[in-house]
């Protein structure tokens, strides 16, 4: 795997989450819905619930432990400027203009900089 597949992860984790807690959410509705319209099921409504609950929060446990691994492996980067722009790339999702944008810098600069802090952090990765 590389550097920024390694990265990506906290990106996709991100995203899963997302859906997770749409998910849930739906599965809420459903559930008051079945509530409202049968006494009888409503029982085995909130206890499918509450099982899906804790299934979306096992996984977002997980989820969130590879987001803290990423921020923890940045945090360990000696430049501000590395730092700077893993996180606002990988953990906050920022595209690459608005990244050169806060950064004060140009594109080009941008991705110049993500090379040589990918390779730092590549380094610091190798040596765990």
Not at 47 to 76: T, V
């Amino acid at each position: 795997m590389t550097t920024k597949e390694w990265l990506l992860r906290g990106w996709l984790a991100q995203k899963e989450l997302n859906s997770i807690r749409k998910a849930k959410d739906s599965a809420l509705t459903v559930c008051e819905e079945i509530k409202k319209q049968e006494t009888t099921n409503s029982d085995k409504a909130s206890e499918a619930y509450l099982l899906l609950a804790d299934c979306y929060a096992e996984k977002a446990s997980q989820l969130l432990k590879i987001q803290l691994e990423i921020e923890k492996a940045i945090n360990q980067l000696s430049k501000d400027s590395h730092r700077i722009l893993l996180r606002e790339r990988y953990i906050n999702h920022m595209s690459w203009k608005q990244i050169a944008q806060e950064m004060n810098y140009e594109p080009r600069q941008v991705f110049r900089l993500h090379g040589k802090a990918l390779l730092s952090l590549k380094n610091f990765l190798d040596c765990m």
